[in-house]
């Protein structure tokens, strides 16, 4: 059962932050992929905008670019593996969904694969298409055209990390497959 | 004392890969200025480039344009308030540095101020001027031409988390100062 709702597009950005591992999503004329990707981050509140790195030679970017679109999901720590396993392996040979058992539904917007358990929240993303930046930093300018995320992580624009939550608290990748995750926080004081 | 030792360029990109919270530093003509940034993301291993989005409007964009640099310092569990300070006032009017009594060093390639105590790492970075990007989407792409961390957490291009370096825990932004720290960690299983 999903507990998944509407986040507002507003408070889009505040789901990446704090520049958590996400799984960037893609299909296009019978195809469709999943990869990891370290890097992202917002780029503008409203309307929500992000920046993404995706390298040129994968097949998302591929995919990415007949379609216009992608998806960004954000997984919780107990995809770890799965996290790690689908930004090891190309989609070009093989369908990543079925060889890892990854339940997605088509975005109602976009026709991008979502993921839900598992992961705290995604986004449907349009691409603005960038050409220079693309080809010299093979990063990729998108807008958020729509957001979800669990409700018992993300809430009325907040995230509410707990113990009971556990298996929702995002991933940060140190590298070589070691995650931080975003389990314990603090509060600072105003100067 | 200082802990700090240089970080290989081709690691550079494993100081931000897990998305912690930077403070961006900028020295220009007599005047120099410190703020905090949450959006940043590598973008390249090697040569080791960055994107960070610095507001267009702010003092920091002033400075790094006239002298072509900047510092990217991350800070520690223990600069929780300071970092939410200086990313809540204005530098314009006020030297933050004397203001909050921030100790910091002038980098030897590029004159920027950088912060050691308390934090777990730096970075000296160029801009690659890239006016569309800086324009539209408030996007800065810099290369960087050095880095230091603080051994007792990040060593031989690894982050090394413990209980026992708790104050060097980087930094994750949730939103109104509210931060996760990268505290806990796990190890992906290889599919």
């Known amino acids: ?19 958590p591992t996400v ?22 509140f409203t309307p929500p905008r992000l920046a993404i790195v995706i390298d040129k030679r994968t097949f998302t970017r591929e995919l ?3 379609s216009g679109y992608f998806g ?9 593996d799965l996290t790690y396993a689908v930004g090891s392996v190309s989609g070009r040979e093989i369908d990543k969904f079925a060889r890892f058992g990854i339940a997605s539904q088509a975005g109602s917007l976009t026709g991008v694969p979502l993921l839900e ?13 960038e050409p220079h930046t693309e080809q010299a930093y093979d990063t990729c300018f998108a807008e958020v055209l729509s957001a979800a995320a669990d409700a018992r992580i ?38």
């Open 154 to 191: 993300f809430d009325n624009g907040r995230w509410s990390v707990r113990e009971d939550n556990a298996e929702l608290h995002t991933l940060h990748h140190l590298g070589a497959g070691r995650f931080a995750t975003a389990s314990k926080t603090t509060h600072a004081r105003p100067a």
């Open 64 to 66: 990415i670019h007949a």
């Open 1 to 19: 059962m999903s507990r998944f709702q509407n986040v507002r597009l507003e408070h889009a950005s505040r789901l990446i932050n704090h520049g």
């Open 23 to 44: 799984l960037v999503t893609s299909a296009h004329g019978g195809h469709r992929n999943i990869m990891a990707a370290a890097w992202s981050m917002p780029v503008e």
């Open 72 to 80: 960004v999901c954000i997984p919780g720590a107990a995809l770890a």
């Open 117 to 129: 358990h598992g992961c705290a929240a995604w986004m449907e993303c349009r691409l603005i298409p």
